[in-house]
């Protein structure tokens, strides 16, 4: 069971580099041969098109299956520590890709989950990886599951956010015919974050009730708590500022760009200011 897990981990990651290049092959070919400046949103019908989205299904498949198996051999859910939760986290990246390119019919949200996605299947793959007994403060059986599966949704929506708004910018100052019009990023920003606002929500609220239970306070300022409330406060900007402001524009992107950054101080800040939080590294 053991080498099936790795032997899908490798599958995962292997699978999800050659769809990046795929990709990123298509969308040059596209750019060759489409000197238009109107955006197809897709990439031309062809070999590219109907190999990068079925591996990128097949890669996510793979890393869901090594996330089972080593639930299966630790007997707890794959979120206690830091080689687990990145290769969460990388699952819910591509797991919001694969949503966003299907749903709204552009390649170009595959490919920024993927590269994403890839930055983080590459650093778990460095992390040690031994099977670990679970700590005692994350023994409340319910409220891991719970807390961590939101925190990876709401992630790996905010990410395909930041991507959503990389590629807007991009697309203003140089509009090129492989980047989606600037109407469907800002939309693909704001479905991403309507999405992943609420779960970032739960992610605190059950963490407070998490935090009464293994360590006696609802919230004790660790650096990890300070750091999601950082987050949630700047999508809730990002929310009220287009809800009652109007913003459309390079603010908004600005704004889902920083709230990328302050979710990977969320992920990554404990390896670096302690805390609680801290995982077994």
Not at 1 to 18: C, H, K, N, P, R
Not at 164 to 193: N, Q
Not at 251 to 271: D, E, M, Q, Y
Request: proline share 4%.
């Amino acid at each position: 069971m053991l080498q099936l897990e790795i032997l899908s981990f490798v599958i995962a990651l292997v699978t999800l580099q050659i769809v990046l290049i795929l990709y990123i092959w298509g969308f040059i070919s596209s750019a060759i041969y489409n000197k238009s400046a109107e955006v197809p949103d897709r990439l031309p019908a062809g070999k590219f098109a109907r190999y990068t989205f079925p591996l990128l299904i097949v890669s996510w498949l793979a890393l869901t299956a090594s996330l089972i198996i080593r639930s299966t051999l630790t007997l707890h859910v794959p979120f206690t520590d830091m080689y687990e939760f990145a290769s969460s986290f990388c699952w819910g990246v591509m797991f919001a890709g694969i949503l966003f390119q299907w749903r709204l019919k552009s390649e170009v949200f595959g490919a920024g989950g993927s590269i994403i996605a890839l930055a983080l299947l590459l650093y778990a793959f460095f992390l040690p990886a031994e099977h670990m007994p679970l700590p005692a403060a994350l023994r409340q059986t319910w409220l891991l599951p719970l807390h961590v599966s939101c925190a990876i949704m709401a992630y790996g929506m905010f990410a395909l956010g930041f991507a959503s708004a990389i590629l807007y910018l991009l697309r203003r100052k140089y509009p090129l015919s492989i980047f989606p019009s600037s109407d469907t990023l800002d939309r693909a920003g704001h479905l991403a974050v309507l999405t992943g606002f609420p779960l970032m929500t739960l992610v605190i609220i059950i963490g407070a009730i998490w935090a009464k239970v293994a360590w006696g306070n609802y919230w004790t300022w660790d650096p990890k708590e300070t750091a999601s409330l950082v987050t949630w406060i700047i999508y809730a900007v990002y929310l009220v500022t287009r809800l009652f402001f109007g913003w459309r524009n390079d603010k908004s992107a600005w704004l889902l760009i920083l709230g990328f950054v302050a979710v990977l101080v969320t992920f990554f800040g404990n390896l670096f200011f302690g805390g609680l939080h801290s995982y077994v590294s």
